[in-house]
């Protein structure tokens, strides 16, 4: 204990022997402060909360700076479900205490749980909702409120107090009964609560007194206009498991559904959904063989037509053949009728194939043959041998060609186209002289012109 | 008996969260050592 005046540490001197400040006063009130939070921390003990939250309010209306009697109010306040007045008691000691304060603790450990503090505000204004409801007779909006907070904040006292009236107030006296234990449990010897409770006691006797004394009596039959009211078996229900089953069922059953009705047809419009794509294929596969067979029919008949037109091209390319040898004819019987013998016979030997000629052609091919080939022989002959002995050795293998075609096996044409070949090459003798050469030996064994050949040949 | 109006009077609302601030402000803690105090220098002052 210090000094009001001058903060020293006061003896058991009616003065202070710092400043000589009469502290008799003081000190008795600052003992009773500290008897009232004794006595309030007794009551705290055996959970008379509201006895103790009476005494210790007393104690720092005494003395302020009794920092421990503020703190076991503020938990008073807090145990009773009053946060708001325990959280005014805990910051007004820590102004006035800062260091080495149980309040700091007390404080943090509301602040650290934002979601609790929130949900103690919610409670708080739900039961002023409720006290409003309950003040203007809306007893039902009032009841469903209170079990609200009830179930949020259980250690509301006066919410079960307030609860527990408005059951009494509508006869129902056995849910006010266990209101009114519920906030005894907290509070043990709250006045309110026990009041009411007295209450609903005193009723009680008396119903059973009336009861007791209507059994004695003989009961009268019952008549027409007797009403008989069965007995409420109405029981207070807990919603949250209810909820829960509720919610249950329903998810079983939405997944029964889904199994038995749903399933199914959705299975069967998928198989249908496959069948029509099934039938639309099949009609594309059947739609598609027929252009194939249209197909491969024309493709048959142009395979056909072409091969007629083949043959007709053919038929022409013949009947072209045909006509170009007769103009060839003719063109060899102007020559002859021009005295150009050797032309005729040329003309003649590059006709060639006589085949598919007509009898006249032939009378007519036969007959200039026939009168121009010797003829065309010696002229050949002679124009060959006069460029051999010219050395013009190139124009005699020309006119002994048509020579050798005139007369095929002519020893001495074969030889000398040989001679003439190597005489051109320079006297070297090639396949085509050695050709030449060995179809004479071939034709004349024996003969000179086969000896000559093989000294070519050697 | 009971009389429901009568009892209901003596509930009065709680304060709220938000009401904390001004419940501190507004809490007046002048205690018995204050009074005596301003009763010592009253004394002091009329001497």
Redesign the interface.
Known sequence: MRCYRCGSVLSDSEFCNGCGADVKIYKKIIKLSNTYYNIGLEKAKVRDLSGAADILRRSVRLDKKNTQARNLLGLVYYEMGEVVEALSQWVISKNIQPEKNAADDYIKDIQSNQTKLESMNTTIKKYNAALSYAKDNSDDLAIIQLKKVVSLNPRLVKAYQLLALLYMKRDEYGKARKCLTKSLAIDMKNTLSMKYLGEIEKLNLVSDTALKSESVKEKKPLSGNDVIIPENSYRDVNYGLMQFITVVVGILIGAAMVYFLITPAKENNVTSEYKETINEYSENISKLNLTLNELQSNLDTLTAENESLKASLDEAAKIGDITAAYTELLEAAALYANDDKTGCAIKILSLGDEEGKSEEYMALYNALKEKSFDDAYTSCYNAAYQAENSSRYSDAIESFKICEQLQPENLEILYHLGKNYVNNNNGVVDDTAKAYFNKVIELGPGTNFAGWSETYLK | ??N?DE??K???????????ED??YN?N??????I??SM?KEKEEDK
């Open positions: 008996m009971i429901f009892e209901i003596k509930f009065h609302p709680s304060l709220e969260v938000d009401e904390t419940a501190i809490n803690i002048t205690d018995m050592t204050d005596l105090l010592i």
